[in-house]
T-cell receptor, first 112, second 112 residues
Framework: DVKVTQSSRYLVKRTGEKVFLECVQD?????MFWYRQDPGLGLRLIYF???????EKGDIPEGYSVSREKKERFSLILESASTNQTSMYLC???????????FGSGTRLTVV | QKEVEQNSGPLSVPEGAIASLNCTYS??????FFWYRQYSGKSPELIMS????GDKEDGRFTAQLNKASQYVSLLIRDSQPSDSATYLC????????????FGGGTRLMVKP
């Protein structure tokens, strides 16, 4: 089974802090994604990457950046955390072709 | 803009009944469709995928696809309280990155 590991299950950070969310997958998938999920708003794509060092903006990239230095690792960076970034963050991976994604267990981030 | 629409629910069914979850999508070039189950506070889990018109069965689950009418449905037979969750429909549009577009989800409640 594909394993997608997110480094933290719960995280509390202060406003203005720089926050790193890590996602590691062990199945050599090309594509990796970062979503946030908020009640009533569904899944919203922040950034995705389809290759090492490649990144593409999703629907809501403002306030975020990403890094993919190795195929198995995709990091989401909140440059200066704000309270409106309090959310559940979900990493997902997928391989090329007609396949679904596999999600990590999620990180519930609270910015105070 | 490519969209996937679902009724947010909640859909309430008695234990043992058939739950029918529906999803429509906006773009005729969609190729692949997926159903995810998400328990409260957890991440989405892939439960079904369907690529061709018709029905696909897996245990108590049946996915149905009608490309002419642009809808996908998920039937859950002999519904159990443990099936209570939010069900997300997703469509793959093709292109680089294996992008999926998710619906907002339907909350299912199975009452004992």
């Amino acid at each position: 089974d594909v394993k997608v590991t997110q480094s933290s299950r719960y995280l509390v950070k202060r406003t203005g802090e720089k926050v790193f969310l890590e996602c590691v997958q062990d199945m050599d998938h090309e594509n990796m994604f970062w979503y946030r999920q908020d009640p009533g708003l569904g899944l919203r794509l922040i950034y995705f990457s389809y290759d090492v060092k490649m990144k593409e903006k999703g629907d809501i990239p403002e306030g975020y950046s990403v890094s993919r230095e190795k195929k198995e690792r995709f990091s989401l960076i909140l440059e200066s955390a704000s309270t409106n970034q309090t959310s559940m963050y979900l990493c997902a991976t997928g391989r090329e072709g007609a396949y679904g994604y596999t999600f990590g267990s999620g990180t519930r981030l609270t910015v105070v | 803009q490519k969209e996937v629409e679902q009724n947010s629910g909640p859909l309430s069914v008695p234990e043992g009944a058939i739950a029918s979850l529906n999803c429509t999508y906006s773009d005729r070039v969609s190729q692949s469709f997926f159903w995810y189950r998400q328990y409260s506070g957890k991440s989405p889990e892939l439960i079904m995928s369907i690529y061709s018109n018709g029905d696909k069965e897996d245990g108590r689950f049946t996915a149905q696809l009608n490309k002419a009418s642009q809808y996908v449905s998920l039937l859950i037979r002999d519904s159990q309280p443990s099936d209570s969750a939010t069900y997300l429909c997703a469509a793959r549009w093709g292109g680089a990155g294996n992008m999926l577009t998710f619906g907002g989800g339907t909350r299912l409640m199975v009452k004992p």
